[in-house]
């Protein structure tokens, strides 16, 4: 569980930290200056997102330095979820700007054939050519023509010419006045056609912010409203997503045994050897053999015993001792001095407790245990017998 907790947690970061990171690159205005900001961004998601699991640890030896980079890290954190909302919120800028783009282009496209519709409609007029113009031109100067004749002399049907004249130049201006409108009227159609034809080629108008609108629609808000929504929709994904990775940093460096590799606590100092007080017993006169010699008293456990004795005969040194051997040993020393040894789980407790406590690395292969770092000391190496000859 502690391996899967760190593996989530250094995987999560290292993607925050890119995001953030990319985010500072993209702020700044020169490639150079976007290195620059992209490793101060990064050096604080960093900072935030590990620097708890840093205070875990030193909580166990300085509790002093570990508070101070608890807050450390916990500013740090402050400042890159600002960070992150900010990479959040830009993360679809190009898209929404495309989306706004086509929108604003849909919707002045619509407007204008709306209106292009609506003078069409309007117009009400005779269809007119420009033969049809040209036509009533020269019926109109043929007329003054005759007009001018037929008046200057003041003749009988100079009434006459003038009324034809009236009439020819009326035609005249209701045919320009046809053609004027029939041209109009046959651009507008065109403009009707170019409009239809750019709505259908723009595609299907999207939200801009899809997201938001949601949120707005949800909550029966404005759509004035979707900006202010999804900022706060960022700021809590963001706040949650930093949460995630320290806590699993932390929960994976609370989980971590005394001892193993990496173990950063203090190496207690090996307990001074004492020779504890007993009482040795004489074997009776009647029976030749002497007796096994047992512990009649003792101001010490067997535990501390165990701890004295192995204290005594291990040492520091590239390696490692198996528990069994060491147990032959701690069986002769017991020999040696009169006492009777535990028995082999309250050793193989005991024994443990002491590697706990002084960070010795503990490793399992198997029936067979090993702690790692140690060595028996060179004057322990003879008559080592079996620990079931000694060990009751």
Not at 134 to 153: D, K, L, P, Q
Not at 345 to 356: A, G, I, N, P
């Amino acid at each position: 569980m502690r391996v899967l907790a760190g593996m989530f947690g250094a995987m999560c970061g290292a993607v925050v930290i890119a995001i953030v990171a990319r985010y500072g690159f993209r702020t700044a205005d020169n490639q150079l200056d976007g290195f620059i900001w992209a490793f101060m961004y990064g050096m604080i998601a960093f900072g935030g997102l590990f620097g708890h699991a840093l205070s875990a640890r030193l909580w166990r030896e300085h509790r002093r330095v570990a508070v101070m980079v608890g807050i450390g890290a916990a500013l740090a954190l402050t400042v890159n979820l600002s960070n992150s909302l900010g990479a959040m919120a830009g993360r679809s800028n190009e898209k929404q700007a495309g989306r706004i783009k086509v929108a604003d282009m849909v919707r002045d496209a619509r407007r204008d054939l709306k209106r292009a519709q609506e003078e069409r409609e309007a117009m009400r007029f005779i269809p007119t050519d420009e033969a049809s113009v040209i036509s009533a031109r020269t019926a109109g100067a043929v007329a003054t023509i005759s007009r001018e004749a037929e008046c200057s002399v003041r003749g009988r049907f100079c009434r006459h010419r003038e009324e034809d004249e009236r009439k020819s130049l009326e035609a005249l201006q209701g045919a320009t006045a046809g053609k004027a409108a029939t041209d109009r009227a046959a651009a507008l159609d065109g403009e009707i056609t170019r409009l239809k034809s750019q709505i259908l080629s723009a595609g299907p108008v999207l939200d801009a912010n899809p997201q938001g609108s949601a949120f707005a629609r949800l909550f029966d808000l404005p759509d004035s409203a979707a900006d202010w929504l999804t900022t706060w929709q960022s700021f809590a994904m963001a706040v949650i997503a930093e949460l995630l990775i320290v806590l699993s940093m932390v929960a994976a460096e609370v989980l971590r045994k005394p001892f193993g590799n990496g173990c950063q606590t203090k190496r207690q100092p090996e307990p001074v050897a004492l020779e504890p007080i007993a009482e040795r017993v004489e074997p009776p006169k009647a029976i030749p053999a002497p007796a096994k010699p047992r512990l009649a008293a003792s101001r010490l456990t067997p535990a501390d015993n165990v701890a004295i004795i192995m204290a005594e005969l291990l040492e520091p040194g590239e390696g490692r001792v198996e528990l069994a051997e060491a147990g032959r040993a701690y069986a002769r020393a017991c020999r040696t001095r009169g006492q009777r040894p535990v028995s082999p789980e309250s050793f193989s407790l005991s024994m443990k407790r002491y590697c706990r406590n002084a960070c010795v690395k503990i490793e399992c292969q198997g029936e067979h245990i090993y702690f790692v770092g140690l060595r028996l000391k060179l004057n322990s190496n003879v008559n080592i017998m079996s620990i079931d000859q000694y060990m009751l």
